[in-house]
């Protein structure tokens, strides 16, 4: 049973980055897909892009290219989604999850850090 | 502007029945498989329904779903006060080469 714990919750300035972590345990970490999505507040989920540790090439959604670094640390069974530049928009609840890439699905999913973009 | 189309909120009284339908194209819901997701107020989402209908283990039958051409559907019966909720429909987009979501309908059981 795989179960995802992410790191805690951030406050950052305008212009910082902010990395978040996210532990797997409880199964094979680098044989499947961790996505990494977002929840801005009062709003729907919005997938920011994924990896596969096994393969340890990112992929990221194109809103984010350029912003977005997502790497794994097999030795921590650890996924780390690190973004830059913040603006006031990227005040959300990030979240983690294991993405079935080949039946569609995102299960399960991490508890949430809730990053805060304020001057 | 969600690149899936679900209706923002339903209501029903508890005991009855709710739809809660998911618009997509040929890139996304017509040819991948839809997933469905149940999110709690400050809680994380949490995986209701995969590969177009079927129900992760420990999820009661009183949640189905089906998939029709570019659409998609979940279907809640025996409607509890607890499955107050907002329910996401979501698949991977094959041209966005994304995950991409319905924006979330708000279920109200009165």
């Known amino acids: 049973q795989v179960q995802l714990v992410q790191s805690g919750a951030e406050v950052k300035k305008p212009g910082s980055s902010v990395k978040v972590s996210c532990k797997s345990s409880?199964?094979?970490?680098?044989?499947?897909?961790i996505s990494w999505l977002r929840q801005a507040p009062g709003q729907g989920l919005e997938w920011m892009g994924g990896?596969?540790?096994?393969?340890?090439?990112?992929k990221s959604a194109q809103n984010f290219q350029g912003r977005l670094t997502i790497t794994a640390d097999g030795s921590t069974s650890t996924v780390y989604m690190e973004l830059t530049s913040l603006t006031s928009a990227d005040t959300a609840v990030y979240y983690c999850?294991?993405?079935?890439?080949?039946?569609?699905?995102?299960?399960?999913w991490g508890q949430g850090t809730l990053v805060t973009v304020s001057s | 502007q969600s690149v899936l189309t679900q209706p923002p909120s339903m209501s029903a009284a508890p005991g009855q029945k709710v739809t809660i339908s998911c618009s997509g194209s040929?890139?996304?819901?017509?040819?991948?498989?839809v997933s469905w997701y149940q999110q709690f107020s400050g809680a994380a989402p949490k995986l209701l329904i995969y590969?177009?209908?079927r129900r992760p283990s420990g999820i009661p039958d009183r949640f189905s779903a089906s998939k029709s051409g570019t659409s998609a559907t979940l279907g809640i019966t025996g409607l509890q006060t607890g499955d107050e909720a907002d329910y996401y429909c979501?698949?991977?987009?094959?041209?966005?080469?994304?995950?991409?979501f319905g924006g979330g309908t708000k279920l109200t059981v009165l």
């Open positions: 999850a294991r993405d079935d890439y080949s039946l569609n699905f995102l299960d399960p």
């Open positions: 409880g199964d094979t970490f680098n044989t499947y897909k």
């Open positions: 990896i596969v540790p096994l393969f340890a090439t990112p």
């Open positions: 040929s890139s996304n819901i017509g040819n991948n498989y």
């Open positions: 590969d177009n209908y």
């Open positions: 979501g698949t991977w987009d094959s041209s966005l080469s994304a995950w991409v």
